[in-house]
């Protein structure tokens, strides 16, 4: 992402295409494209300059937390990762190099690459709280069938408005769904995993998925039971909207990738 963007006084428009995961659908969920947007502040743009013709490709990856980390493989092709890993200081982060077979780059290079990887964790930290309040909103958005998310006033922060693009599978409501949008909520344990559909405007109970333990690889199952209310809806309603949540959980990651990219001065990864 390059200087020559900011330029632009309208909102700025990035496109990333996800691979469809395949998934044996109830109902059909055909993929389609939702842009959210995000402030970036000013010094996102052209934050990279320093890196670009060193990276092929890169996947940047932030984990915000006690612990960080930052995460960079800097060529598609090569197995080669730095890290960045900090305590409650992101100034106190520790840099660490694990190469692959042989490290491409020279000394030199990578000082440069951790001085940005530096530079970035601190921008990331610092709007981590506008980086989660963008991948929700745009989930949530996508729910309720929009194919635009944009944030609201009091999200205004002294910068660019930025929309990146991205594919998912995530459904709004339509005349063919008996109820609006329903959140699939953990209310069991380990030991015996079970999840609660709920309508989120109503708050009804509408059934459960019950499953066996994550560590039962070899005799997985699932159950979807419909509450005894809910005379109107089916087990295949249930396992739909159970499709619909992991879509939603995979948007949101794409969403905070991309934008994680475009934060660091980076372009959106390609699929």
Same mark, same amino acid.
């Given at each position: 992402?390059?200087?020559?963007?900011?330029?632009?006084?309208? /909102?700025?428009?990035?496109?990333?295409?996800?691979?469809?995961?395949?998934?044996?659908?109830?109902?059909?969920?055909?993929?389609?494209?939702?842009?959210?947007?995000?402030?970036?502040?000013?010094?996102?743009?052209?934050?990279?300059?320093?890196?670009?013709?060193?990276?092929?490709?890169?996947?940047?990856?932030?984990?915000?937390?006690?612990?960080? /980390?930052?995460?960079?493989?800097?060529?598609?092709?090569? !197995?080669?990762?730095?890290?960045?890993?900090?305590?409650?200081?992101?100034?106190?982060?520790?840099?660490? =190099?694990?190469?692959?077979?042989?490290?491409?780059?020279?000394?030199?290079?990578?000082?440069?690459?951790?001085?940005?990887?530096?530079?970035?964790?601190?921008?990331?930290?610092?709007?981590?709280?506008?980086?989660?309040?963008?991948?929700?909103?745009?989930?949530?958005?996508?729910?309720?069938?929009?194919?635009?998310?944009?944030?609201?006033?009091?999200? !205004?922060?002294?910068?660019?408005?930025?929309?990146?693009?991205? !594919?998912?599978?995530?459904?709004?409501?339509?005349?063919?769904?008996?109820?609006?949008?329903?959140?699939?909520?953990?209310?069991?344990?380990?030991?015996?995993?079970?999840?609660?559909?709920?309508?989120?405007?109503?708050?009804?109970?509408?059934?459960?998925?019950?499953?066996?333990?994550?560590?039962?690889?070899?005799?997985?199952?699932?159950?979807?039971?419909?509450?005894?209310?809910?005379?109107? !809806?089916?087990?295949?309603?249930?396992?739909?909207?159970?499709?619909?949540?992991?879509?939603?959980?995979?948007?949101?990651?794409?969403?905070?990738?991309?934008?994680?990219? =475009?934060?660091?001065?980076?372009?959106?990864?390609?699929?």
């Amino acid at each position: 992402m390059t200087d020559e963007l900011a330029a632009d006084a309208s /909102p700025l428009r990035v496109r990333a295409v996800r691979d469809s995961l395949s998934v044996d659908g109830i109902r059909d969920s055909p993929e389609r494209e939702i842009s959210v947007g995000m402030w970036l502040p000013r010094d996102s743009f052209g934050a990279a300059v320093e890196i670009d013709h060193l990276l092929r490709d890169p996947r940047l990856n932030y984990h915000p937390g006690r612990e960080g /980390p930052l995460v960079l493989r800097p060529i598609d092709t090569d !197995l080669t990762t730095m890290t960045l890993t900090w305590g409650h200081r992101v100034d106190e982060a520790v840099f660490n =190099l694990v190469p692959s077979t042989r490290i491409p780059f020279t000394v030199a290079q990578v000082q440069v690459i951790e001085r940005w990887m530096r530079a970035s964790a601190r921008r990331l930290h610092a709007h981590r709280a506008f980086l989660r309040d963008a991948c929700t909103r745009g989930m949530w958005d996508a729910a309720e069938g929009a194919t635009e998310s944009l944030p609201a006033a009091d999200e !205004l922060i002294a910068g660019e408005l930025v929309l990146t693009s991205v !594919l998912t599978n995530v459904q709004g409501p339509d005349s063919t769904w008996p109820l609006g949008v329903v959140e699939v909520d953990s209310v069991g344990t380990p030991e015996e995993p079970c999840d609660a559909f709920v309508e989120t405007a109503t708050q009804k109970r509408l059934g459960t998925r019950t499953s066996s333990p994550d560590a039962d690889f070899d005799q997985h199952w699932e159950r979807f039971t419909v509450d005894e209310s809910q005379s109107e !809806l089916t087990p295949e309603d249930l396992i739909f909207w159970y499709q619909q949540a992991c879509w939603r959980f995979t948007l949101y990651d794409d969403l905070w990738l991309n934008f994680c990219h =475009l934060l660091t001065g980076l372009e959106p990864p390609t699929p």
